[in-house]
């Protein structure tokens, strides 16, 4: 089973440190439990590391996600097609044509049962956007794309000059 697949994971998160990987790592064990016959898509990017659970082996077809920006260090839990679907108490931020997201900084705000809703209604609008089910896999970690390049923080020192 591919919850179990983590090695590569925890090497992209390596640079966030401990905090934010424990906290990426429970909000992992969270979508997994609730999409456990979906496939894991990683993508350690310029900006994020950012992976999701998807019915296929398709971006499009994205379920939920984590995310964190390299700069920020923000952590995301989000929906692709997040504009798709309901959300009663407004909590999901965004206002682009489909992402929807929440900024995640602990476990105990994590609203659980609130998303587990949200997830369970996506999973059901991902699943109507697969047009040929010989696409749906099942239960795989796959990393679709490393980004030889990665965003650092590293501020460049001003220099005072004499007049």
């Known amino acids: 089973m591919s919850k179990e697949q983590k090695r590569e994971l925890l090497t992209f998160l390596e640079p966030f ?3 934010i990987t424990d906290l990426v ?10 999409c456990p016959q979906a496939n894991e898509l990683i993508y350690d990017n310029y900006n994020a590391v950012a992976f999701g659970w998807s019915p296929t082996e398709k971006v499009g077809h994205t379920i939920c996600s984590i995310a964190v920006g390299r700069l920020s260090k923000n952590v995301h839990f989000g929906f692709y097609w997040g504009s798709e679907i309901s959300d009663p108490q407004k909590m999901l931020i965004g206002n682009g044509n489909q992402y929807r997201y929440i900024l995640v ?10 998303i587990q809703k949200l997830v369970n209604e996506a999973y059901a609008n991902s699943l109507s956007k697969v047009k040929n089910s010989d696409l749906i896999v099942s239960g795989q970690t796959i990393v679709k794309s490393v980004s030889e ?10 220099t005072k000059t004499k007049k």
């Open 17 to 19: 440190g401990n905090e």
């Open 25 to 34: 790592m429970w909000l992992r064990d969270f979508a997994w439990d609730l």
């Open 105 to 114: 900084t602990d476990k105990n705000n994590f609203p659980k049962e609130y």
């Open 149 to 158: 390049k990665k965003a650092t923080t590293k501020v460049k020192m001003k």
